[in-house]
């Protein structure tokens, strides 16, 4: 008798200890994108918008039929691109094959009319020199940020999906997020100083925005925190190479920058 309790008893510790440890972990936070909604013990892995974080956006107002576009313009585009990692280059074509109706709204609301124009955020370079627009993204980088995002994405195919958490200090109105999909990669004719180049390399491209606005939409926050999902295809944008697409998220207040963060694959 007192053998089967025995047995009893670690058969009853096993099977309990058995249970705990199929319990599976993950983030169990629900306000997380890391949240795993089977998840019964939480291992740290929940994530959150980050509070200190500033990225700077550059928007060049470009186009294939402008000489001096092909030359500085697009070294600059790429120099700034490439010194400073937590900037993106968004190349607003006007007038060309690559030009859509959004592009032509900023040009509007950033009252550009020079080829090529820079822009860090709303901000125009007044001086054409790269210095300037090397100091203007400087200051934009070691500003203070109101918003900032964490996110998830992927890309299947044609089909771009993500889900950006964005959370905000101040106040919640005024707010629009915009979801930009930007192409590298493109080989297209760019008139330049020297004449036409049919081989020339496009980057940076502004193809399309997830609602068709050029600021996105509006965005309401809950404790200072909203999320957003977005699906993009991509098929319906015509000549785009999906694997050469990311897409860059920026957080406008009443048509200012805020922030930003290029999704990647």
Known sequence: MKNNKLLSAILLVALVAGFSSCKKKGCTDPNSLAYNEEAKKDDGSCTYPTSTTKNAVVFEFTGTWCPYCGDYGGTWA??????????????VHINDEFSVSIGEDLQTAFNSGGYPSFHVGEEEISQLSYNTLSNLVSDELGAASTGNF???YSLEGNTMTASVQTKISG???GYTLAAYVIENGQVAEQN??????AN?????????EANGSAFGADVA???GNNVTDFSIDLSSISGAVAANCHLLVVLWKDGVYVNSTGLLQ
């Open 200 to 208: 020339y390399v496009h980057n940076h491209i502004l193809r399309k």
């Open 78 to 91: 790429t120099d700034i691109d490439n010194d400073n990692t937590k900037t993106d280059v968004v190349a």
């Open 221 to 223: 926050f809950t404790d």
């Open 150 to 152: 964490d996110y998830t």
């Open 192 to 197: 330049t100083n020297s004449g036409p180049d």
């Open 171 to 173: 106040t919640g109105s």
